[in-house]
């Protein structure tokens, strides 16, 4: 079965177009060393009716959207070493600067997750 990582992030809406841009050039990095998928989704609906949504969950306030992401590798060994290689790469290191973050780090969440149903 796949593994996946897993993120939940804010991003202050006047900064979207910006993490959507930084998002393209990391995917197109994450592909290269081989991830098999990398997605990015924007909240479109989060006024639902059951559980903990998203905007309470991150702490999101006003003029803040939440962000779900994942991406997919072969396994959990693969996504080591794809990961491995993002940690050392110029282009990815050039975006991660403290100043460079179109996001809230402290509300983000992340985690490794291995796929137990596929359908």
Known sequence: ??????FVLVVP?????????MAKKAA???KEFGALEFRECVAE????PMG??????????RGETVFFSFITY???????RVNAKI????????MCG?????????????????VVVRA
């Not at 609906?45 to 639902?48: K, R």
């Open 1 to 6: 079965m796949p593994y996946v990582d897993g």
């Open 13 to 21: 809406k006047k900064k979207v177009k910006t993490y959507v841009a």
């Open 28 to 30: 197109s990095i994450f």
């Open 45 to 48: 609906d989060l006024a639902v």
């Open 52 to 61: 903990r949504g998203f905007t309470k969950m991150t702490g999101a306030k």
């Open 74 to 80: 072969k396994s959990r060994k693969q996504r080591d």
């Open 87 to 94: 940690m050392k790469d110029p282009r990815i290191l050039a």
């Open 98 to 114: 403290p100043d460079d973050t179109p996001f809230d780090i402290a509300k983000m969440a992340c985690g490794g997750f291995e």
